[in-house]
């Protein structure tokens, strides 16, 4: 059998089905080894995972599960490499590349489900947490925290350095906000701005926008206004956070009394192109704005815009519970709309379903589902091809943990979806109702306002404006009547001043 599997034709067979396991002796060991780094470094990784696979499956070494890991992550299998990453740190807790590869991948992917039995199996190997790797400290303590372990959680973060030595980009950005995230909820706010500054630093990319908008949300918790702003100029309008920014932004001005800056923000939210986006409180916001500079008309046509805009939303959210009461069809009707797969819902005009399902799509752990379950879609069609279809028991053996693996990240994902999904509907319901009582009280100050001005026979004051003068300085307003266009979005300011000075009828 060694004769015939020598001969050229044997090893051929070997490399293209897949289907042999052997033990190799040292001499052949290096052999395979060598085709194996000639696939790694010519690029060919899919014909090294197949290699790999076929020389490892049986008695899998530490550094195979991790060469296996990083091959699968360079093929697009992510989630099913994690588990080749967490068998490598139980084979040998010591190996610091796998414990810190299990790290990035388990805070990249979200998926913390194997840190228990890792932890477990360092202590039993005499690892002290001290000397695990600084993403793996932070698995540890994020799964801590989750499952209601705070004084583990406290003794496991790492420090900002240790996290900014993460070489994978997604994964740092990652371990970024969840580290943040940490240091805020044991009260290190002002550690939490260092630790997503540092991350971001002078990138300008849209990848560290969600870092710049975090920033700028715990700098506006710390009532520092213009810093807030300042994290925001650099969040370009490609990143997903770009929204959440200007209205964050809209805020910190108005706190600022920069009324111009806050209204030019809140024209970009009111874009026509951003007809769709849910966030009731911009009209609010806006009207107070022009309250205090005492455009009341204007103000009152911004809580008439919010009334209309969002009449159908509670009852697009009550409809949306009726008519989707289990938990997969919730799901399935929100990701589906996402992708553009399903229809309307009967009884909700179009543009309540659009903002009822932008409402509900804001919520990150939704997006974070949706991001899974197209990565289990696509690794389920990788594997079928990768995998030889073989009755041989280790081949099933890898296929079935693969596909374990694939199971638990679509359950999770589905489980964190639906959660997220009902948690939004109630609040959407609060927020709908909580924008309208607010814009009742501004409605009720302006009209006092104006009851005062009419029995002092007051008028509001006049104030020439200098419109050229302005938009030369970058100022400029325009009410989207006439011509505007898609590329001028994030670039509107409002040149007007106050009137609330006296004047005769």
Not at 85 to 111: K, Y
Not at 190 to 196: C, D, E, G
Not at 231 to 242: E, H, I, K, Y
Not at 457 to 465: G, L, N, T
Request: charged share 20%; hydrophobic share 40%.
């Amino acid at each position: 059998m060694k004769n015939k599997l020598s001969h050229p034709i044997g090893k051929k067979l070997i490399l293209v089905l897949g289907l042999l396991v052997l033990s190799p002796s040292v001499g052949e060991a290096q052999s395979w080894r060598n085709q194996y780094n000639d696939y790694v470094v010519s690029g060919q990784h899919e014909k090294a995972l197949q290699y790999l696979w076929g020389r490892t499956l049986r008695n899998t070494r530490a550094n195979e599960h991790v060469q296996r890991a990083l091959q699968m992550e360079r093929v697009g299998l992510h989630l099913s490499a994690l588990r080749e990453w967490a068998n490598a740190v139980r084979a040998n807790p010591r190996l610091r590349v796998a414990m810190e590869g299990f790290g990035q991948s388990a805070i990249r992917w979200d998926r913390l489900g194997s840190v228990n039995s890792l932890v477990k199996a360092a202590n039993a190997s005499g690892v002290r947490a001290s000397s695990w790797t600084p993403a793996f400290k932070l698995a540890a303590s994020l799964n801590a925290l989750r499952s209601g372990s705070a004084n583990a959680a406290s003794q496991w973060m790492p420090t900002t350095r240790g996290i900014l030595g993460i070489r994978n980009i997604d994964a740092r950005i990652q371990a970024a906000l969840h580290l943040a995230s940490l240091q805020v909820y044991f009260g290190q706010t002002r550690q939490a701005v260092t630790t997503l500054t540092s991350a971001a630093a002078n990138e300008k990319s849209a990848k560290y926008g969600v870092l710049r908008l975090q920033a700028a949300r715990l700098y506006y918790d710390l009532n520092q206004f213009t810093p807030s702003l300042e994290q925001l100029v650099s969040l370009p309008r490609n990143s997903g956070s770009w929204y959440q920014g200007v209205l964050t932004g809209a805020w910190s001005a108005y706190r600022l009394k920069d009324f111009n800056l806050a209204l030019g923000q809140l024209l970009t939210l009111h874009s026509p192109y951003l007809d769709s986006k849910y966030s009731p409180e911009t009209y609010v916001l806006e009207s107070a704005t022009l309250f205090q500079l005492c455009h009341f008309k204007s103000a009152l046509r911004s809580l008439e815009t919010l009334k209309d805009k969002y009449k159908g939303v509670a009852n697009a959210v009550s409809r949306f519970q009726r008519s989707y009461t289990t938990a997969s069809s919730r799901v399935n009707a929100v990701i589906g709309y996402a992708r553009g797969t399903s229809e309307g819902l009967s009884g909700i005009d179009s543009r309540s379903l659009a903002l009822l399902m932008d409402g509900l799509l804001q919520e990150e752990a939704l997006v974070r589902a949706d991001r899974i379950l197209l990565q289990v879609d696509q690794e389920k069609e990788k594997l079928e091809r990768f995998l030889p279809n073989s009755s041989n028991a280790l081949w099933k053996n890898l296929s079935n943990s693969y596909d374990s693996e694939l199971k638990y990240a679509t359950i999770e994902a589905n489980r964190d979806a639906i959660r997220a999904i009902n948690r939004k509907l109630k609040l959407m319901a609060t927020d709908v109702s909580v924008a309208f009582e607010n814009a009742s009280l501004v409605e009720l100050e302006v009209n006092t306002k104006l009851r005062e001005r009419l029995i002092r026979a007051e008028v509001p004051k006049k104030v020439e404006v200098d419109f050229d003068a302005d938009v030369k300085n970058g100022y400029e307003f325009w009410p989207f009547e006439g011509e505007f266009w898609r590329d001028e979005v994030g670039s509107y300011a409002f040149a007007t001043t106050s009137v609330c000075g006296e004047g005769e009828l």
